[in-house]
């Protein structure tokens, strides 16, 4: 954070360096990340050089074991799986969103606060409420089910509950609201003379969507993905209510050595480490991306 | 649903909190597994004895022991499974129990004396039994269904659920090697090893907390749950639903009350154990989550269909074995469940 703050300090020239009373406004933010966000990763840190203890909880110590039994091969295949769940809802995400935060964003202003309120009102029920809900609506009696019988476009109702199928979706109905806010913000920025300067020197929709209002939309995607890939990668709940918990994501993994029969919090801190640690590299990627992105001329 | 249910009963267990009672009240910390303890058990309890009770729940026994390890929170009483309370008296984490203040501790059944766990319930108080068997939607499937080997068969693939807890899988998988739930080895877990690879591809649903939910729904036809689970079907569907012990052996868990060290009020919470252990209160318990009640005194207040209920009442009343504690092993459990899961997913 202090990172970005510097450098687009240093972009804006001429602008001066925070005074007092900015670090003092600042020092809240400061403590909160200090106390939630810093400490608690030092603690994992700190466990997952250490040894088990006997009823669970940790021996101080340093030791690489739990590093050693992350490398066993099955949790890379479940790393990967978990990774590949997240890039598709993310995708899914994307594909679904993108339309709907452009159409949001162009819209009249008062239709446009009713649009993003249409939004936001999922977030009013809790996550597992309607998560559970499908339950209701992909269950083999359930009313999805009912409707295709019904409407005799199905005879047999169709298996769609517990499938990876039904994971996804879950993940991409908790996460699209994540997507479509960022795109929103940065269609909303988008200066509408710039597309018309585009279609007026010749350009085709098409080329004028991707030559200009794709790249200058380019950080909102960024930051949905980033939004909706960090958490999606993590997010076990879903898997076990709509996935039947068939197969682990690395979130369950990382579950069972807290709450599991192995009481293994060394190891379940060795593989939240690792998972840190990707994050990090997935975010200062996705950054690195858009800074050069916007550092390249518009014409290149 | 327990986890939902659990966390409403924890909203609402703070919710009473601020609202009834002057602080300078007695109050009761107890720690119990989600949908376990009825809500009228513990208002009645209060009304006599003028002591809160604050019902905070969790949803496996080793999340139990992650909170109550952390030292962050302080109860008075716990309600662990027989292999924790194995645990945590190995670790002298558990006050030993005054008989003297429980007179009622007469009506326990013999038959929860002299268990391995806690053979003189010097520790630990049996609050509940239950068994895990197999439930079978007898609608669905007209084959007579009686051991595990009969539940994963291939054409029964995508139909089965099971409780997502790799101990108990695991046993399973001793049970038809002729072996019992203390048979968890090193050398017995490359065994099991091949019979997980053959029955978890079959498996639909893994759930422990509400396994009856996907068999009510209609997603599955068979599967290993709780006993209480299978009850509450028999209950709700009566004629749709049977349940059985599996014939090559199961095995019974006990869920009991313990004080942990460093309990607040270990008073109140002996008088908690004998209020529970009252007849016509476990009769309440039993009402609500028709597990086997070890109170013999409440049995005899059960109504005749819940005494006939073979899931809550086994016929034949049989003599079952408990899991026991396997320490550092557990590492070796979860990884071959991993190992299993991740091979057979879709």
């Known amino acids: ?300 | 649903m327990k986890r939902l249910s659990s966390r409403l009963l924890v909203t609402l267990a703070t919710l009473l909190s601020l609202g009834s009672a002057p602080a300078s009240a007695e109050e009761l910390d107890l720690f119990a597994w989600s949908e376990y303890v009825p809500q009228p058990v513990l208002d009645a309890f209060t009304r006599e004895t003028g002591i809160r009770v604050n019902y905070e729940s969790y949803a496996s026994n080793e999340e139990m022991l992650a909170k109550l390890l952390s030292g962050t929170a302080s109860y008075d009483l716990i309600q662990p499974s027989e292999y924790t309370v194995e645990a945590l008296v190995k670790e002298g984490l558990l006050l030993p129990l005054d008989h003297a203040q429980l007179p009622n501790l007469k009506n326990v059944g013999a038959e929860y004396w002299g268990l391995p766990h806690d053979p003189k319930l010097a520790y630990s108080v049996p609050y509940m039994q239950g068994t895990v068997g197999i439930v079978v939607n007898v609608q669905k499937i007209a084959e007579p269904i009686s051991g595990y080997a009969d539940v994963f068969q291939t054409k029964y693939a995508r139909r089965i659920v099971v409780v997502d807890d790799a101990l108990e899988i695991v046993t399973f998988a001793l049970a038809t090697l002729g072996l019992g739930p203390d048979a968890v080895t090193k050398e017995n877990l490359e065994k099991v090893r091949p019979i997980l690879a053959r029955w978890l591809p079959l498996v639909r649903v893994y759930d422990s907390d509400s396994p009856k939910t996907p068999l009510l729904n209609g997603d599955v036809d068979l599967g290993i749950v709780w006993s209480g689970e299978a009850a509450r079907l028999m209950q709700e569907q009566p004629g749709r639903f049977a349940y059985v012990l599996p014939r090559e052996g199961a095995h019974m868990f006990i869920d009991s009350l313990s004080i942990p060290k460093g309990a607040d009020d270990a008073r109140a919470a002996h008088r908690f154990i004998d209020y529970v252990l009252r007849p016509e209160v476990g009769r309440m318990i039993s009402a609500e989550f028709p597990y086997t009640n070890p109170n013999l005194e409440a049995r005899k207040l059960l109504g005749d269909a819940e005494r006939a209920n073979p899931a809550s009442y086994p016929p034949g009343n049989p003599k079952l074995a408990t899991l026991r504690d396997i320490g550092a092993l557990a590492i070796e459990v979860d990884k071959l469940f991993t190992d299993s899961k991740a091979a057979s997913g879709p």
């Open chain 1, 1 to 300: 954070m202090l990172d970005e703050a510097t450098s687009s300090g240093a972009a804006g020239a001429g602008q001066r360096p925070p005074g007092r009373a900015a670090w003092l406004l600042l020092a809240p933010v400061i403590a909160w990340t200090a106390a939630f966000v810093v400490a608690p990763a030092a603690i994992m840190l700190a466990y997952s050089f250490a040894k088990r203890g006997t009823l669970g909880g940790v021996v101080l110590g340093f030791t690489l074991e739990s590093y050693a039994a992350a490398l066993d091969p099955v949790y890379l295949q479940i790393a990967v799986r978990s990774i590949a769940y997240a890039a598709l809802t993310t995708g899914l995400c994307l594909c679904a969103g993108y339309p709907v935060a452009y159409v949001i964003g162009r819209a009249a202003p008062q239709r446009r606060n009713l649009l993003l309120m249409a939004v936001m009102v999922p977030f009013w029920t809790s996550f597992l409420i309607r998560t559970y809900a499908w339950v209701t609506i992909l269950k083999s009696e359930g009313v999805l089910n009912s409707l295709l019988v019904q409407l005799h476009l199905i005879a047999e109702p169709l298996e769609m509950l517990y499938t990876p199928g039904a994971v996804v979706l879950g993940l991409v109905y908790t996460f699209l609201p994540f997507m479509i806010l960022p795109i929103y913000a940065s269609v909303e920025k988008l200066d509408g003379s710039l597309v018309e300067a585009a279609l007026d020197l010749g350009a085709g929709p098409l080329r004028v969507f991707w030559r200009v209002i794709l790249p200058l939309t380019g950080p909102g995607i960024g930051a949905g993905v980033l939004l909706v890939f960090v958490p999606s990668l993590g997010l076990y709940a879903v898997n076990d209510i709509l996935g039947g918990g068939r197969v682990d994501m690395i979130g369950n993994v990382i579950e069972n050595q807290f709450k599991g029969n192995a009481r293994n919090w060394p190891f379940g801190a060795a593989l939240g480490t690792l998972l840190l640690v990707g994050f990090a590299a997935v975010y200062g990627f996705v950054n690195q991306r858009q800074r050069a992105a916007s550092a390249r001329p518009l014409r290149a």
